[in-house]
């Protein structure tokens, strides 16, 4: 990592902190991350990250689960005490139970106005932090914007690198150098068609996405286009899952454990567990694990090609896949940093931090930020 720096964490200074508009230092902040599939808060005391919540909250299966997992973390926030201010992202408007990802934006600002209480705030990205009432006017901005709050919190403590976040479902992919996000898309659709937004997760990735042939048993085998399996099955099988990882249903609501994920992955090329060894599936594992790296290797090479930072640049790495995000880092003979080592949290917390890299991200940025 010749000629890269690592700034002091970016929550660790009193001086640093914001205050509101009566002058007084902002000492308990929450930044909340609102996705489809999961809720992740993050509790910001002095300048530290001090607690972080998972919650699955499918919302596409009913707005309930949403409101399930908030009052659930707001009843134990409120244990703690009381919040100066909350501080809210999400990608959860692209839901389908939502008309229109504008609908969404608004919904979710809507929700969460009505059940926190403080001073309350959304982030839409390059504009900044908003005002719930922003969320009509701003709902571009504001709509997936979490990828941009955890690469700002990196621009602002990193002198240049890709950074790369890897979550249960998407990849997010982009540079940072002098201080500044350096992102050629902000909308989902833009960042699809740039690199910078991959659409493979460490876990909630049907099989069928991830490889359409694979290599078995000497012969390349087409894949069946159905839900029988996941990435979960497959990090399962290769031995690199923490289950703390996997919070949702298997594809077939049975257990979790490598024999049932072998079950589900030979239904991938219609066959039985029983039709193959147990080498002959750990192989077939590691296929699918490899395809999927490619398809996250070439768009990091897309995202390289622009030459925004220098070839020795490290990777910022973020997310529940960073596994899979070391392994690209070999191939690209690249340095790595870790994202909690831009914020100010103990030891005990940074894989916490790592799978809720916005929501920590976005507090600690509230924590900065006057008014």
Not at 179 to 188: M, Y
Request: aromatic letters at 4%; proline letters at 4%.
């Amino acid at each position: 990592m010749t000629g890269t720096a690592i700034r002091p964490p970016a929550g660790c200074s009193p001086a640093r902190r914001a205050k509101g508009l009566n002058g007084r230092i902002m000492a308990r902040i929450i930044g909340w991350d609102v996705g489809g599939a999961h809720l992740k808060a993050a509790l910001v005391e002095d300048g530290q990250i001090t607690r972080i919540w998972q919650e699955a909250t499918p919302i596409w299966q009913g707005l309930s689960h949403l409101h399930d997992g908030l009052m659930k973390i707001i009843n134990e926030v409120s244990e703690r005490g009381s919040v100066d201010r909350h501080a809210v992202t999400m990608t959860g408007e692209l839901s389908d139970i939502f008309p229109s990802r504008r609908e969404g934006v608004e919904h979710i600002a809507r929700i969460f106005a009505e059940r926190l209480s403080g001073d309350i705030s959304l982030y839409g990205g390059a504009a900044g932090f908003l005002s719930p009432g922003d969320a009509r006017s701003h709902a571009e901005e504001i709509a997936s914007a979490n990828w941009h709050a955890s690469a700002a919190l990196a621009a602002a403590s990193i002198e240049e690198a890709l950074f790369i976040d890897m979550g249960s479902t998407t990849t997010d992919i982009l540079t940072v150098a002098d201080g500044t996000v350096r992102s050629q898309g902000a909308t989902d659709n833009q960042r699809l068609t740039t690199g910078e937004l991959v659409y493979q997760g460490y876990t909630r990735t049907p099989l069928m996405a991830v490889a359409s042939r694979i290599a078995f048993a000497g012969q390349v085998v087409p894949v069946m286009n159905e839900l029988f399996a996941t990435m979960a099955d497959v990090q399962r099988i290769i031995g690199v899952l923490d289950e703390a990882d996997d919070l949702y249903p298997a594809a077939d609501g049975q257990d979790k454990t490598i024999e049932a994920s072998r079950r589900r992955l030979s239904r991938m090329v219609g066959l039985d567990a029983a039709d193959a060894t147990d080498g002959a599936w750990e192989w077939l594992a590691h296929g699918f694990a490899e395809e999927q790296l490619r398809q996250i290797h070439n768009a990091a090479l897309l995202v390289l090609s622009r030459e925004v930072i220098s070839d020795d640049a490290p990777i910022v790495m973020a997310g529940t896949g960073r596994p899979v995000l070391r392994r690209l880092a070999s191939r690209l003979d690249l340095g790595v940093v870790d994202f909690p080592d831009l914020l100010d949290c103990p030891a005990d917390l940074r894989d916490a931090v790592c799978r809720a890299a916005p929501a920590a991200a976005i507090a600690t940025l509230a924590a900065q930020h006057v008014g």
